[in-house]
């Protein structure tokens, strides 16, 4: 099992920044990629970017020059941040972690962020 926890969503003006963590803890030796996924409203769940454990990273182009993911595998926490900068309207979405290893899918309960124009 793994326990997922994230924070640092909220209100911001366009062309500010924010940044969201997402801790994993549990079975953590078994997490292979982490990532950043956000869900609009009336919209699909979309990828905005992973990072495998050897620090290998994706983007959606969408967010490509703007976003940043990274990592930090410390003994006890995985965490996976998402530095997101020039946020525009668009970005506004509710931001799900998710972890994927052997065996296992799992998802955090999302935290909302808001780009006001």
């Known amino acids: 099992q793994v326990q997922l926890v994230e924070s640092g969503g909220g209100l911001v003006q366009a062309g500010g920044s924010l940044r969201l963590s997402c801790a994993a803890s549990?079975?953590?030796?078994?997490?292979?990629?982490m990532g950043w996924y956000r869900q609009a409203p009336g919209k699909q769940r979309e990828l905005v970017a992973t990072i495998t454990r050897a620090g290998s990273t994706n983007y959606a182009d969408s967010v490509k020059g703007r976003f940043t993911i990274s990592r930090d595998n410390a003994k006890n926490t995985n965490t996976v941040y998402l530095q997101m900068n020039s946020l525009k309207p668009e970005d506004t979405a509710v931001y799900y972690c998710r972890v994927l290893g052997i065996r296992m899918d799992y998802w955090g309960k999302g935290t909302l962020v808001t780009v006001s124009s």
């Open positions: 549990g079975s953590i030796f078994s997490i292979n990629t």
